[in-house]
């Protein structure tokens, strides 16, 4: 087997794997220099909120789990507390569903998106604190996959969609197919939150047997399985794989005492496990949708940091960005989706199902792996609410100023970021494989 090499088209997607990874080479230095801005790097989050599901497990006291947060003096003068309870943010609107006191949603939501205003929160420098191996692993680790991949089993059962025959006009056409109505109520939001874990293994091998049945890839399901339950899957799966690149990529090793690129790491995790891989590609090609989906609203965004020259350079690496993903025409259809019987209640469910991940994050017991997983979980939500909660028209930042929170778009940026920078360590880890196992 081949390992490592992914060819070929991306399933459920409209495009293929030598593509993205042009395209990502292309975006690589401009995403590098755009994380490291002063916009893009400082991210105000709360990390210290109670799990909603289970009783504490307890926190990594390694020194590699621990967030290094930063003074308020550092950040631009107009994002510091007072200046915050002055303005009138996205989330103070009358249009909020949900609210709590530190995470609220409105209903286009399909994560909980951090309050800025949040007392609680602390600001953190994204670059002095990279993702990378930390050792937090073992049952607290597994018990959080298992529920992320538990928020996959959808009550509403849906007709199989197949295809992307209309990917190649993405791009030219403006208006969206129309969704179905359902008499079907939505699980309601008031609801107390159910508990994905009720009864919890203590054995480790059970766990990981669950967790093997959970995560089992749609495509090996005898099953049909709605694109949607596909596609919420894939995100989830190349979420984890992306994280688990990261992990072998800075990988510590403790005889050494060296950080350094881990192949077997990522051939035991990632690489022999091909459906893995597949699905970090597939959920790289919808962000890149998101992205293009997302560029009306971009062009007149300000990228605020009281610096009118900063806030122009910032700008302009945001339109290169999107300039060189376009150079992929066409990568996920999200059209496609949400569009049979049921279409709308299903879309509330997964909706209802991704916030739950995003509640799953104050779960996991590692500050860095809780920075992270909360970063992209809500830029892969930004990225599902800007293909699915609005129409290409409306996203518009001159006519609809207010439809993402800075934190979304900052979530965004960066997830991309580490998505892209996934596809460069899988490049790496190609070419190591190769040299060992075809040393001449
Ligand atoms: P795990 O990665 O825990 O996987 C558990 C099981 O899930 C596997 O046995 C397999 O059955 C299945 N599985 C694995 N990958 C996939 C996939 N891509 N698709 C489908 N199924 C899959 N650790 C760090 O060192 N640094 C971090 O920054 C970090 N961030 C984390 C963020 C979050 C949100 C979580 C929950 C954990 C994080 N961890 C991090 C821990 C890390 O993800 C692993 O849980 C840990 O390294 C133990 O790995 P494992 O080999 O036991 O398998």
């Avoid at 002063?38 to 006291?61: A, E, H, S």
């Avoid at 709590?100 to 002095?128: H, I, M, P, R």
């Avoid at 939150?193 to 049945?213: E, G, M, S, T």
């Avoid at 709308?344 to 799953?360: G, P, S």
Wanted: hydrophobic residues 35%; contains cysteine.
């Amino acid at each position: 087997q081949d390992y490592c090499n992914p060819t070929g088209a991306i399933r459920d997607s409209c495009c293929d794997v030598q593509t993205v990874e042009g395209v990502n080479q292309a975006i690589t230095p401009i995403l590098k220099k755009l994380v490291s801005s002063r916009f893009f790097r400082y991210y105000k989050l709360n990390l210290w909120k109670d799990c909603p599901f289970w009783p504490d497990d307890g926190l990594c006291m390694n020194r590699d789990c621990s967030v290094a947060t930063i003074d308020e003096a550092a950040i631009p003068l107009a994002w510091r507390q007072d200046a915050l309870g002055k303005v009138h943010t996205v989330s103070s609107s009358s249009d909020l569903f949900g609210v709590s006191d530190t995470c609220q949603y409105k209903d286009q939501d399909f994560c909980l998106v951090e309050n800025e205003a949040d007392t609680d929160g602390v600001y953190v420098d994204l670059q002095q604190n990279p993702e990378r191996f930390t050792g937090y692993a073992g049952v607290s680790a597994a018990r959080v996959w298992k529920s992320i991949y538990e928020e996959n089993c959808f009550n509403i059962v849906h007709k199989m969609t197949e295809g992307c025959e209309t990917c190649n006009n993405i791009m030219n056409t403006g208006e969206q197919k129309t969704t179905t109505g359902s008499s079907l109520t939505p699980p309601s939001l008031s609801q107390p939150i159910q508990n994905p874990f009720a009864v919890v293994p203590n054995d480790r091998k059970d766990l990981d047997r669950l967790l093997n049945d959970l995560a089992e890839d749609p495509d090996s399901e005898n099953e049909e399985v709605c694109l949607e339950k596909r596609v919420f899957y894939r995100v989830i799966s190349g979420l984890h794989s992306s994280i688990s690149i990261h992990i072998c990529d800075e990988y510590f090793n403790q005889t050494t005492g060296e950080w350094s690129a881990n192949l077997d790491c990522f051939v035991s995790r990632i690489g022999s496990h091909p459906e893995r891989l597949h699905n970090v590609y597939f959920t790289h090609t919808l962000l890149m949708r998101a992205l293009v989906k997302l560029s009306d609203y971009l062009h007149e965004y300000t990228f605020f940091t009281g610096d009118a020259k900063e806030e122009a350079e910032t700008k302009q690496l945001v339109l290169d960005l999107i300039e060189n993903t376009k150079a992929c025409p066409s990568t996920f259809d999200e059209r496609q989706l949400f569009q049979g019987q049921n279409a709308q209640a299903l879309k509330e469910e997964f909706k209802e199902h991704f916030r739950n991940v995003t509640r799953i994050m104050d779960c996991v017991g590692c500050e860095k792996c809780k920075l992270w997983g909360k970063i992209q979980t809500a830029g892969l939500g930004t990225a599902l609410k800007v293909l699915f909660s609005y129409e290409d028209k409306s996203l518009n930042a001159k006519t609809n100023p207010a439809l993402f929170e800075r934190s979304e778009i900052i979530a965004l940026i960066n997830t991309i970021n580490r998505f892209s920078e996934s596809l460069r360590a899988v490049d790496k880890f190609r070419k190591m494989y190769q040299a060992k196992t075809h040393p001449n």
